[in-house]
């Protein structure tokens, strides 16, 4: 039976008095795509930031392999950080760097391999995502959906379990987001990653999610396989669906 | 690991490597430098990698996997996988299968490429202030004629910015500066017994030079550096652009008020920091028994009106010089998170140099005359 990589129990969060989250409570399992959606506002991101340790939750647990990272020292949190990578909303690349450099940084970093090893690796997380031809390009010099592209790579450059995404579609034309769906589905099945995706594309959820919760006035709303929740008649995921095709299909 | 755990070498010139239990990123390291400098001393007609004990590899021992794969097949030797775990085995594949082409290297420039390159970067900068300089009197021109509305608002934030939030270090640095001057010319007219004229000298000193160029070092710091990294910042965000595309000139709506109250402002405030150099004198002077009454008519008899409107022109010059350079170098602030950074020091750098330049040329100018 696969195990849960990812528990999180009755997380309440809070930004100055409003609060944003209430008694969250899931778990994601290894090797799925996990896809967490909303609308606009819902607090998707926010939820995703306390996920990979960027915000203190008000109470509640995150447990991401077994390491409750709200209680954990900070040895043993950045042991376990360094287990998932992020590709963040915009990419995040750094702009003065080659894309290849923005790859090869991670491992810089955190491992001892020598200058060749690094980018003989770089070079094949690059290969993956198929941009290993723009490899000494700037970000700057790049299209949107090659930059997201290329903040999949480093976020895989130290081969985490769990790969989280924010909005990785945001700002694409349908036939890149398709490419991006495509790619996320064949890592997921190849690398036996774990993805946790924040989206709101109902184009990607229908196609590569395996699980999905969403989220709605600060909490919960619904859990399962997004087709079986498109099939429940009447409820909000079934209008949120619908609405959804129909203003990717205009 | 030492050499003899890993290499087994035969008689046929065929290198057996055997991999520990883990192949990960983080503990490949070592082994990776042994393995590849291995191959590439003995060059093996045939390398095999004995993966028996291999329970766990990533993509860094994939990676090494194929790197010995790529160096035999250089050498146009052989090179086997043996006994690699299923698993690992479907990651080898799914790994290498990844199709792409080689990475475009783009080449360091040599040094004629980089002097031509910076000879045309020059002329294109200078190209971009020429014509900066021509469209901000053209607006300014359409500006006089009443026909567009000047932005009073805007305006009237920026003469507060400029001017009142630098008094307290205007009157500091005046202050300082007056006593400095004064203390140090005391020291050399006392021989002369001459102690009065220290007045004449930092009167000279305040009102036809250093009031002027003391003004502009502060603004060059605050606003030459504040304007870059505002309009950088507006620039990073679009918001320029959007100006542009809404069919308003960025030149009218953010350089014009700002230039314009920079002009205005810097000669106010070299007054003022010159008013503050005297106090300076006058409490050194005090120090030497000079009552208010003597410092007073040796300051008179000492301002000498031209002096005074010579500053005054120098400091409508550098005002003109600081505020043009820190809207130039907002306004061409680049795309990258450093760039904010890159145009304001860029904007104080270049304020300093040219108003090194510009004073150098008024000062002879102003002495032909």
């Known amino acids: 039976m696969t195990h849960d990589i990812i528990s999180i129990q009755n997380l309440t969060s809070s930004y100055e008095d409003q609060l944003v989250l209430s008694d969250i409570s899931f778990s994601v399992k290894k090797g799925e795509i996990f896809v967490i959606t909303g609308a606009s506002g819902c607090g998707k991101t926010t939820l995703l930031n306390h996920m990979i340790g960027l915000l203190q939750p008000d109470t509640g647990s995150i447990l991401i392999d077994d390491c409750n990272i709200i209680t954990a020292t900070e040895q043993k949190k950045i042991k376990t950080l360094k287990n998932i990578g992020v590709m963040y909303q915009s990419g995040a690349l750094f702009g003065s760097m080659t894309i290849l450099e923005n790859v090869c940084m991670p491992l810089q970093e955190w491992t001892s391999l020598s200058a060749q090893a690094i980018k003989t690796i770089a070079c094949n997380k690059l290969k993956m995502v198929n941009l290993l031809s723009d490899a000494y390009k700037l970000p700057a010099e790049v299209s949107g959906g090659m930059r997201k592209r290329a903040a999949i790579a480093r976020a895989m450059a130290l081969d985490p379990a769990i790969l989280f995404l924010d909005e990785p579609a945001a700002g694409l034309d349908p036939v890149t987001r398709n490419d991006l769906d495509l790619l996320i589905q064949q890592l997921a099945n190849s690398l036996h990653l774990t993805f946790v995706i924040v989206t709101h594309e109902i184009s990607t959820i229908l196609s590569i999610a395996t699980d999905m919760i969403m989220l709605h006035d600060k909490q919960i709303i619904a859990r399962g396989h997004p087709r079986q929740l498109r099939k429940e008649k009447g409820s909000f995921m079934q209008t949120f669906f619908e609405k959804g095709l129909l203003n990717s299909n205009e | ?369």
């Open chain 2, 1 to 369: 690991m030492t050499n003899l755990d890993i290499f087994r070498e035969d008689d046929n010139n065929c290198l057996t490597i055997i991999l520990p239990p883990s192949l990960d990123t983080y503990s490949i390291g070592p082994l990776w430098d042994q393995v590849i400098t291995k191959q590439q001393h003995s060059k093996p007609k045939k390398l095999v990698v004995d993966a028996t004990k291999t329970d766990y590899c990533d993509s860094a021992g994939i990676a090494l996997l194929t790197e010995l794969d790529t160096l035999q097949r250089l050498d146009q030797h052989e090179f086997e996988v043996n006994h690699l775990k299923d698993d690992i085995q479907s990651l080898l594949k799914t790994l290498t299968s990844y199709d792409s082409l080689p990475p475009v290297e783009i080449p360091e420039p040599s040094f004629l490429n980089k002097t031509g390159r910076l000879g045309v970067k020059t002329l294109n900068d200078i190209r971009e202030n020429i014509s900066f300089i021509g469209e901000f009197w053209t607006i300014f021109f359409w500006q006089c004629r009443g026909l567009r509305r000047f932005r009073w608002q805007s305006f009237w934030a920026q003469v507060e910015a400029i001017g009142p939030k630098a008094l307290p270090i205007s009157a500091l640095l005046g202050f300082v500066m007056g006593l400095i001057l004064s203390f140090q010319a005391l020291m050399s007219l006392n021989r002369f017994g001459a102690t009065i004229y220290t007045v004449n000298l930092v009167t000279i000193a305040l009102t036809r030079e250093l009031g002027a160029l003391l003004t502009a070092v502060i603004l060059a710091g605050r606003t030459a550096s504040s304007f870059a990294a505002e309009i950088g910042t507006m620039k990073i965000n679009q918001e320029v652009d959007a100006l542009t595309t809404m069919g308003i000139a960025p030149m009218h709506y953010l350089v014009l008020p700002r230039v314009i109250a920079g002009i205005l402002i810097t000669p106010v405030l070299t007054l003022y920091l010159i008013f503050f150099g005297f106090l300076g004198c006058f409490c050194v002077m005090h120090t030497q028994k000079y009552p208010l009454s003597i410092f007073m008519s040796q300051l008179f008899s000492a301002i000498n009106l031209g002096d005074l409107w010579v500053g005054l022109f120098k400091a409508f010059v550098f005002g003109t010089i600081i505020t043009f350079i820190g809207c130039i170098h907002g306004l061409r602030t680049k795309h990258h998170a450093a760039a904010v950074g890159e145009s304001t020091t860029g904007a104080v750098v270049s304020s300093i140099v040219m108003l090194a330049i510009a004073d150098g040329i008024l000062t002879v100018i102003f002495y032909a005359i």
